[in-house]
Structure formats: C-alpha cells, structure tokens
C-alpha cells in the first residue's frame, strides 16, 4: 500500500514570497491533516480536513495561510507571503477515520522542509 | 492551553543500556501515542494506551499510561544503535497535542 505523498521535499524562498505543498493521502481514507514542525519541537496541528470540509482550522494563520481540499482526496497548502518564522517542515497525514475516538492511527508523510530566508 | 513536555530533552546512551523518557501534562487525555521520528521522515506510530495504568509492550519498548491519565512513559530495554530517533508523545483531545520530543542517540 502507498504511503502518504507529498512535494517538494525541499524549499527554499525569500521572505514575502509564497509558495505551495502538495499532498496525497494512502486511498480511502477520509481524514487530512497538515502539521507544521518546528526545529527542535514536536508537530503542531494546522488544518484538519474530513472529506473534503474544514474540521479543525483554529492554529492556522489564516492571514497568510491557507489549505484546500476540493475533490476531498490531495491536499495543496499555500503560505502567501512567507515570514522568516514560517521555516519549518511541514507534514501531512491522512487517517481512515477521524479523530473521534482517539484511537485512529494517522500516517505521516515525509514533509517538505522549508527555508525561508 | 493544553502542553505535554517530555524530559529529558536528549540522551546519548550506549548500546546495550536501558533508559526511561517521560511525557508529563497537567491535562487529562482520552489516550496517547507514541511515536518515533527518523530524520527526513514523518512520524510512526509505535503504540496508543488508553486506560490509565494501562501497561503495552513493543519488544524491547515499554508504555505505560498513568493512571490519571496525564502522563505516560517510555522504557527501552537493552537499547540498540536502531533505536536512534526522536522519540515523541501526543496527546488525544479531539486533536493530537504532540510533546517536543526527545532526541535518542544510542552509541555502538
């Protein structure tokens, strides 16, 4: 079985650009989730998707961030302009189900590392 | 605010020894996972425990809930340089409130 996909796995921009990361989830399952990881810190939750409707989108920035998940399978999150403090890697995750009972397994994908300098 | 802090922070440990990472909050949780984390690649799922006092074994790797269910730990055995990785503990909540981690180096 594939495992979660996502591009690039590594970008470097100015700061004020934008940029974009491409994510596909393991097929069938329902639930999407964009992390952002920080050197030296543990993942922290952006954007939460079930199919292809908002979850849980209270710690994204949404003055520069924004995520999309229109056919409710790939994912594409946008950082529109980009600060010094938005390096970071940021992964993707996909579940079968929600996160109702805290007992479903999310897969992570290998994240796009990002520099901006 | 919800926060899980895992200690130590990094240990540097030779093959063969045993050690201990914590992950400690002030918050209940409804279960936790632990996850190991290789540079380059995206967190693995290693165990979720669910009941407080709740005690899995993985091998060589040993979880235990507490049993308020605020905390958990992570015991590793006879650890070998394969055992190398971030080491990190989250939280169920609705969401996963993740810990910062601890950094594992195990030395041939």
């Known amino acids: 079985e594939a495992g979660v996909a996502q591009s690039p796995r590594y970008k470097i921009i100015e700061k004020r650009q934008s940029v974009a990361f491409w994510c596909n989830p393991i097929s069938g399952h329902a639930t999407l989730y964009w992390y952002q990881q920080i050197l030296g810190q543990g993942p922290k939750l952006l954007i939460q998707?079930?199919?292809?409707?908002?979850?849980?989108d209270s710690q994204l920035p949404k003055d520069r961030f924004s995520a999309e998940r229109l056919k409710g399978v790939d994912s594409t999150l946008k950082i529109q302009p980009a600060k010094l403090e938005d390096s970071a890697v940021y992964l993707c995750?996909?579940?079968?189900?929600?996160?109702?009972?805290?007992?479903?397994?999310?897969?992570f994908g290998p994240g796009t590392r990002l520099t901006v300098l | 605010t919800q926060l899980l802090e895992q200690s130590p922070q990094f240990l540097s440990i030779q093959e063969g020894e045993n050690l201990t990472v914590y992950c400690n909050s002030s918050?209940?949780?409804?279960?936790l996972q632990w996850y190991r984390q290789e540079p380059g690649e995206g967190p693995v799922l290693l165990v979720t425990?669910?009941?407080?006092?709740e005690v899995k074994k993985l091998k060589r790797l040993t979880f235990q809930f507490g049993d308020a269910r605020k905390d958990s730990s992570l015991h590793i055995t006879a650890a070998q340089t394969g055992d190398t990785g971030l080491y990190l503990c989250?939280?169920?909540?609705?969401?996963?409130?993740f810990g910062s981690g601890t950094r594992l180096l195990v030395r041939p």
């Open positions: 425990v669910v009941t407080g006092g």
């Open positions: 995750a996909s579940s079968f189900k929600g996160f109702i009972h805290s007992y479903n397994e999310q897969f």
């Open positions: 918050s209940v949780f409804s279960s």
């Open positions: 989250a939280g169920a909540s609705g969401k996963l409130i």
């Open positions: 998707f079930q199919n292809n409707g908002v979850v849980d």
